[in-house]
């Protein structure tokens, strides 16, 4: 499918589609060309998936696409942020995940990680999240894990992942050692864990999906607008120049 409107900015590829429909068939192309690709180069493709209605959305046009089995066969699917919830909650991103696109695609639960299942306290399951990324992804030259493809959404706030404007998460945050972190604030009601940008900029690909108006002017503003990273935490990644990054928007 040729994408509409592809346009280059600071090596990010932002893609503006004029139906969200659109936006995720054409990402669910672009999931099995990354899987295909690093089956081919690394026999393993590691994905952390998002949470939120967009990647609900684009769960459901992905698992309709069927991806191949044998390279499904050969991925390993995280979550790259989430809330303090039982994975049988409506509000789990790993639930949402498994119940509307892992489990109809057939891929083995062995080949699926979720960040929080309630066992221990959102600070040690981040912990141990991140041990566990340092025990089964390859690592970089600073021993930080590597994903083939990180999935991010964007709130009208200017939050990514579980990054929300004003948190005591984003002071000094490019200096913090952590990979993966606890919020140790309710947000929306619920305690939260996150990736943090130096494991999300360490990705091979980062995939931003924020459709509609509302996203569109938020997002204009971040790239646009002076850097204030505590204001609107998502310009840590937008405005990072990582040349793996595409970002798709839609009217
Ligand atoms: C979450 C997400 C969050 C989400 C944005 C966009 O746990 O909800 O990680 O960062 O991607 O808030 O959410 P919507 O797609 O629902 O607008």
């Known amino acids: 499918m040729d994408a509409p409107g592809v346009q280059w900015l600071n090596k990010m590829e932002l893609i503006n589609f004029d139906e969200q429909h659109d936006l ?3 990402a669910a192309n672009k999931f099995s060309a990354l899987g295909e690709d690093a ?5 393993q493709f590691d994905v952390a998936l998002s949470g939120g209605s ?3 959305a684009f769960f459901k046009t992905l698992a309709k696409e ?3 089995q044998e390279m499904l066969s050969h991925s390993a699917f995280f979550v790259s942020d989430e809330r303090a919830v039982p994975l049988t909650s409506a509000d789990s991103n790993a639930g949402n995940a498994w119940r509307m696109l892992l489990d109809p695609l057939g891929v083995l639960p062995s080949n699926y990680f979720p960040l929080y299942d309630g066992s221990q306290s959102p600070a040690l399951c981040a912990h141990a999240y ?6 089964c992804l390859p690592l970089n030259e600073e021993g930080i894990p590597i994903f083939d493809l990180i999935y991010l959404g964007i709130g009208e706030d200017g939050h990514t992942a579980s990054l929300f404007p004003h948190s005591a998460l984003l002071i000094d945050i490019m200096h913090n ?3 993966v972190q606890a919020s140790g604030e309710p947000v929306n009601g619920h305690e939260r864990i996150t990736f943090m940008p130096k494991l999300i900029l360490s990705a091979r690909h980062i995939c931003v999906m924020a459709p509609g108006a509302g996203k569109a002017r938020i997002i204009d503003r971040m790239l646009h607008e002076p850097l204030n990273c505590e204001k609107w935490p998502a310009q840590l990644i937008l405005r990072s120049g990582h040349p793996g990054l595409t970002l798709l928007l839609s009217s």
Do not use: D
């Open 66 to 68: 069927r991806p191949a």
């Open 39 to 43: 089956i081919k180069n690394r026999r």
């Open 54 to 56: 967009t990647a609900q």
């Open 24 to 26: 995720y068939s054409w």
């Open 177 to 179: 050692p952590c990979l």
């Open 130 to 135: 991140e041990q566990k990324l340092k025990g």
